[in-house]
């Protein structure tokens, strides 16, 4: 597909176009060239761009709770949801075998295509240019972000729900692969697997699918 039509899902026209060509080119197309600095900018510009918005939006709440919105905002699946939605796996440039790879160790490719997009429209224009970008982005998600909610990861969800229970505590076995980690998660009910770009995103995209699991059999 072009990427004409990419910039105008994502509401952007870049003046090089080699950086979004850059920001869509997975390590495992192309091991010299690719997207991984751009994430590591992208990761870091959209976890400041965010702490601002809650900072001003949020005078009187403390630093653990603004952490705790951050971190809500900006998960894995937040990522994932908003690169499925602009039909990022059309564009992105990956090898035949990682295109072969089952849905869920695709995560981390979409969620650092996110981030990397942000990264090369921050080196396309400026700070205030992708700090708006980053707001249309996540409009959705910063509209309904309360005080008195609650932000917990599948992780900890996961956790409380089966000590509610009175259940077998999760078993996490994570190891470092070439996209990342992969995590599979041990339960009575089943083995649950999924990829991060780090140890803790691997670990909590498999409780997700854990809790998936359990609530979809009502256990």
């Not at 080699?18 to 010299?32: D, E, I, Q, R, V």
């Not at 005080?147 to 077998?168: C, I, W």
């Not at 980690?181 to 009910?189: I, M, R, S, V």
Request: hydrophobic share 35%; aromatic share 8%.
């Amino acid at each position: 597909m072009s990427l004409k039509e990419l910039e105008k899902s994502i509401d952007y026209e870049f003046k090089d176009i080699n950086l979004l060509k850059l920001a869509l080119t997975h390590k495992s197309f192309n091991n010299k060239s690719n997207n991984e600095r751009l994430e590591y900018l992208g990761d870091s510009i959209l976890n400041s761009s965010i702490s601002k918005y809650l900072y001003l939006k949020f005078p009187n709440q403390r630093e653990g709770l603004l952490t705790r919105m951050r971190s809500y905002i900006v998960k894995g699946e937040t990522l994932t949801k908003k690169a499925s939605e602009l039909k990022l796996m059309q564009y992105i440039e990956i090898s035949k075998g990682t295109a072969n790879l089952s849905d869920y160790r695709k995560f981390s490719i979409l969620e650092g295509s996110v981030e990397s997009i942000i990264g090369a429209v921050f080196l396309d224009s400026d700070w205030d240019n992708v700090n708006n970008f980053i707001l249309k982005l996540f409009a959705n998600e910063l509209s309904i972000i309360e005080a008195d909610k609650e932000f917990r990861d599948s992780k900890t969800e996961l956790q409380e729900l089966l000590q509610s229970k009175k259940l077998k505590l999760p078993i996490y076995i994570t190891t470092e692969s070439d996209s990342g980690f992969d995590c599979k998660l041990e339960l009575p009910e089943g083995l649950f697997e999924a990829s991060g770009n780090s140890k803790r995103q691997a670990e909590i995209a498999a409780a997700r699918e854990a809790l998936i699991h359990l609530k979809r059999n009502n256990v």
